[in-house]
């Protein structure tokens, strides 16, 4: 396994907690512009940020930027976390209906969404919500009904154990849209070439002003 430059930059800020260029480039026997190259690359993907400039310093200039991890990259156990607290929702320890207790979910999720306009204009708003909680989703027009594709699950790290993930997608895709939504294929786990999730949805009657989706 290659450790790459980045890796070791984030390794050296999970255990410093902070560190300047040239905290980094003493560390790793490398350039300060090397590192301000691979930083960039780093603060583009949110992997780390850089803190503002400390107005206590004690010696003269400019103080040196400092950098460190970002939320997204600190260590976390929120897979785990999550994970049990799906199993306990499941479980038999609450009395409602397993339906129920999706419907209760995704209903949750997707609460504060309100789309509007036509049939392609709420595919998209759709799209855009799922995009921000990176299920990198995009919408093709089909003879049999637009279809949805989701090229990431969020939930990959525990989809082996809850593929129950799956139907809370699409119910919630369900809530959203006035559409019966079908689940066509799944991302299967482990699989060496993974499917992307795929979803068929059959619009009910829009009012007479909303324009109708058709395949080209």
């Known amino acids: 396994m290659v450790i790459t430059t ?45 803190l503002p400039p400390d107005s206590a310093r004690s010696q003269p200039g400019r103080p040196a930027a400092r950098f460190r991890l970002s939320q997204k990259s600190r260590p976390n156990d929120l897979t785990q976390f999550s994970q049990e607290l799906l199993t306990l929702f499941l479980s038999g320890a609450f009395p409602c209906a397993q ?26 708003q759709a799209i855009g919500f799922f995009n921000q909680h990176a299920y990198q989703a995009r919408w093709e027009a089909r003879r049999l009904g637009p279809e949805i594709h989701f090229g990431n699950c969020p939930f990959y790290a525990i989809l082996s154990d809850h593929p129950e993930l799956c139907e809370i997608d699409r119910r919630m895709l369900e809530f959203m849209l006035p559409a019966r939504v079908d689940l066509l294929e799944h991302i299967q786990v482990d699989h060496p070439t993974p499917h992307a999730c795929l979803f068929r949805l059959q619009f009910y009657s829009q009012p007479s002003n909303h324009a109708e989706v058709k395949a080209e």
């Open 99 to 124: 339906t129920e207790k999706l419907n209760l979910i995704a209903s949750e999720r997707v609460k504060l969404v309100n789309l509007d306009g036509s049939s392609t204009q709420q595919l998209n």
């Open 6 to 50: 980045r890796d070791q930059i984030l390794e050296i800020l999970r255990r410093t907690r902070t560190a300047t260029v040239s905290d980094l480039a003493g560390q790793l026997h490398t350039t300060p512009a090397n590192i301000r190259y691979h930083l960039d690359v780093l603060l583009e993907e949110s992997a780390i940020e850089s």
